[in-house]
């Protein structure tokens, strides 16, 4: 739809029109009508096709105090004003107010004061953000873990509950594989995580994100990772060992398990025995149960060469969870530690 009506105007003069609800890369046929005073009038058609809406990677980075903001994020669900505001908080950051112009004046959010009312985000719409520290966040929260030289995760967020796929293939080639979501192909949810098997080690792999009927393929460039080198030597057997690192997950009234969540965790050498630095992330799933559970033994360094050395006992366990609308969790507990406290989402 056209929202305004056309003004009269000097011959040979430009008007210009915006046309809002229109979908992405589809093609539509524009007749334009023009009339003078006696209501002589001229007619034309031509052709018109709307672009690409932009991948939903994308790495916001605000400043304290008015940022001006545009959203180039394909529209899986719901996105709004108040999805924005969310996003920024679970970042560390706050957003005090938001404000857009429309054709009918400004809107303005200011989170948690009931006299404002959320509205949704258009793509490609400008946005006055104010927030209170330098805040950078990525709004689906794209990660790949666990990579092996014959395996890979991928896992991500969505703003509604809807099914999730990866298509993937050779750098280069056709993303003719797919991969489901490690629970059932057919789950519903806000949280998505892909196990990719059988790739090939110390090799480049495209692939596009598919949530429910919307695909992100980063624009047009496709993401990108690379396996690891080939494991040297069997794997070692998981049973029984000291390096299953697990914990249980809650929502955030501290009682009803938070199943479906990501887990993440890494490792951070803190006494400088074995490798500086900190391995690759790892990844899990929570239960029904809000248990989880990840096997550390054969974690690798960040850039995959070779296995991670440290300390069964004086390194960190960096520990971080992705729940979606149930919100999110870090802690950070020793290697040593027996016992892992619950973790409560915010």
């Known amino acids: 739809s056209v929202l305004g009506l056309p003004i009269i105007t000097p011959a040979g003069s430009r008007q210009y029109f915006t046309i809002w609800g229109l979908l992405p890369e589809t093609q539509y046929r524009l007749y334009l009508v023009a009339r003078d005073e006696v209501v002589h009038g001229a007619t034309a058609t031509t052709m018109a096709i709307t672009q ?35 996003a920024v908080k679970d970042a560390g950051g706050q957003i005090l107010t938001v404000q857009s112009w429309t054709p009918m004046g400004w809107q303005t959010f200011i989170p ?11 793509i490609g719409q400008g946005y006055f953000v104010f927030v209170t520290d330098k805040t950078t966040y990525s709004p689906n ?16 967020l969505s703003d509604e509950e809807v099914t999730g796929k990866i298509c993937y293939g050779v750098k280069g080639g056709l993303l003719s594989n797919v991969a489901f979501d490690e629970r059932t192909e057919e789950i519903r949810d806000e949280t998505h995580y892909v196990t990719i098997k059988g790739l090939t080690p ?20 496709h993401y990108l990772f690379k396996t690891g080198p080939a494991a040297s030597g069997p794997a070692a057997s998981c049973s029984g060992r000291a390096d299953e690192i697990g914990g249980r997950v809650l929502e955030a009234d501290g009682i009803t398990s938070a199943a479906g969540a990501i887990v993440y965790l890494r490792i951070e050498d803190k006494d400088g025995a074995g490798n500086s630095g900190h391995s690759a992330w790892l990844s899990g799933l929570t239960n029904s149960s809000g248990l989880w559970q990840i096997d550390v033994a054969k974690v690798r360094m960040e850039g995959l060469e070779a296995e991670f050395s440290y300390s069964t006992v004086g390194d960190n366990l960096v520990i971080e969870v992705e729940g979606g609308i149930k919100g999110r ?6 290697t040593g530690q027996t016992s892992m406290p619950e973790m409560i989402l915010k």
């Open 52 to 86: 690409p809406v932009i991948s939903e990677k994308v790495d916001f980075e605000l400043y304290a105090g008015y940022n001006l903001i545009t959203l180039p994020l394909k529209p899986i669900g719901n996105y709004t004003v108040g999805s924005l505001g969310n």
């Open 112 to 122: 948690g004061n009931p006299a404002t009312t959320d509205f949704p985000m258009r």
């Open 141 to 156: 929260r794209i990660r790949v873990s666990n990579i092996t030289g014959n395996q890979a995760n991928i896992s991500w």
């Open 202 to 221: 110390d090799t480049g792999y495209w692939y596009d994100i598919i949530s429910g009927g919307s695909r992100d393929d980063n624009n047009g460039q």
């Open 329 to 334: 969790g870090k802690q950070t507990v020793e």
